[in-house]
């Protein structure tokens, strides 16, 4: 039986993270707020990443929302150095300005927990999943392989 797999990309997700001045400027959260503690750890969420997910009726909203969740929960599941030194890269960055919490694993889980509360992120079989920062993917290649293929075959 042949089913369409879930595509993910862990960058979909780190950019989203990471808020900066802009941002910050626009919440009433503290430039000095302390993200090891995991109410400030909501705090942020609900302040940055949260208003991403609030209901729309838009497609490019509701397709965001369901890469992002779908990432998420990829993400929480293979969970590796290297997706720990992408996050650390990411919240490196000089446009950030909150420092980043020493577990970032579970400020991950912190972030589905407050996203999506009902909701496990637990994946039982991976196989479904298509994940784009596989080395042997052109991931700038905008055109499906079968496209592609038939364009250039």
């Not at 997910?53 to 150095?81: G, H, M, W």
């Not at 300005?97 to 020493?102: D, L, V």
Request: glycine fraction near 2%.
């Amino acid at each position: 039986m042949r089913f369409k797999r879930i595509i993910v990309n862990r960058h979909w997700i780190y950019s989203y993270l990471q808020a900066g001045n802009a941002e910050a400027n626009k919440s009433n959260l503290p430039q000095s707020l302390y993200m090891d503690d995991p109410l400030n750890q909501e705090r942020y969420i609900r302040a940055f990443i949260a208003p991403h997910f609030t209901t729309s009726y838009y497609p490019i909203d509701i397709r965001f929302q369901y890469k992002f969740k779908e990432s998420l929960r990829y993400c929480l599941n293979v969970y590796d150095a290297d997706i720990e030194s992408d996050l650390e890269h990411e919240w490196s960055q000089p446009y950030g300005i909150y420092k980043q919490p020493r577990d970032l694993q579970a400020f991950l889980q912190r972030v589905w927990q407050v996203l999506f509360p009902d909701e496990s992120w637990q994946i039982d079989d991976l196989d479904y999943y298509f994940d784009l920062n596989d080395s042997r993917i052109k991931i700038f290649d905008p055109l499906p392989a079968t496209i592609r293929d038939q364009r250039y075959g």
